[in-house]
């Protein structure tokens, strides 16, 4: 038995988010098939995380077991070569038995792209938020900043979020323009369902004067998602990086995924 760590690009545009979910083609799925196809296996697939449906990924990260061994490359090859175009493994290596790509992950990066503009060129459709008026993009970043440290999250977090523990630590939320591209960049131990699409349309309300940048502290104190921005669309996201330490010993090498 030996289990591979897969560090995976994608653009989400044709696909209803990472997870599995009943008569909808998701990346996840589309992995798992691949997997199946080159060796026969039928093995489970986890993400470091979800993705909602038209979300892309820089680096997301899996991993999967297999009964068999093949070598790393081998398998890379493989792999890409029954995938479709819009999915790639990027990188492929054989870890310990006790990795996990989600429960061992300590941070993770997420990108919003958004071009504000007139006109969006038509090759970065989909792959982009287009806002029309102008930006404020220093009071975009002042208003970023103020997500860092260790807060409760619950108005960016959607409605139907179940989770009960919504307090996350943020390390790094900044906001910078590049010519008409302006990035907002956010890493933390964890993000919500939601969250940094609604922290992005807040922060794109403080942009257009909707909202005050000292409006932040009062919406995460609030509690309360109706104070919060509306959720930006999920074309302009992008799961960019994912860190990990060292893994945890809950897992023996028997254990299940």
């Known amino acids: 038995m030996v289990k ?59 991993h999967l077991r297999l009964e068999s061994s093949m070598p790393a490359r081998r398998l890379q090859r493989a792999l890409n070569g029954v995938l479709p175009a ?6 492929l290596a054989r870890v310990s038995l006790v990795f996990h790509a989600q429960k061992d992950a300590v ?16 090759f970065l459709k989909g792959l982009v938020c287009h806002i029309f008026p102008k930006l404020d993009v220093g009071a975009m970043d002042a208003a970023a900043r103020l997500f860092e440290g260790h807060h409760d999250f619950t108005a960016f977090a959607a409605s ?16 910078r323009k590049r010519g008409t591209e302006i990035r907002y960049e ?29 409006d932040i502290g009062r919406i995460l104190e609030s509690g309360d998602r109706r104070q919060a921005g509306v959720t930006a669309p999920p074309e302009g996201l992008y799961l960019a990086k994912v860190w990990y330490g060292k893994p945890k010993t809950r897992l023996s090498a028997g254990s299940t995924l």
């Open 4 to 62: 591979y760590k897969l560090t995976i690009q994608y653009l989400g545009t044709r696909f209803s988010g990472w997870q599995i979910q009943k008569d909808r083609k998701t990346v996840q799925q589309t992995l798992k098939e691949a997997v199946t196809r080159v060796t026969g296996e039928t093995a489970s697939v986890v993400g470091a995380g979800r993705t909602d449906a038209g979300v892309h990924a820089l680096e997301q990260v899996a």
């Open 86 to 91: 819009d999915i790639r493994v990027k990188r």
């Open 107 to 122: 941070k993770k990066r997420y990108v919003y792209r958004i071009v504000n503009d007139q006109v969006l060129s038509p």
């Open 160 to 175: 139907t979020t179940t989770v009960k523990d919504r307090h996350r630590t943020v390390f790094r939320s900044q906001v």
């Open 186 to 214: 956010v890493e933390a131990d964890g993000f919500l369902h939601h969250m940094v699409r609604n922290m992005a349309g807040t922060l794109i309300e403080v942009g257009t004067g909707k909202r005050q940048v000292a």
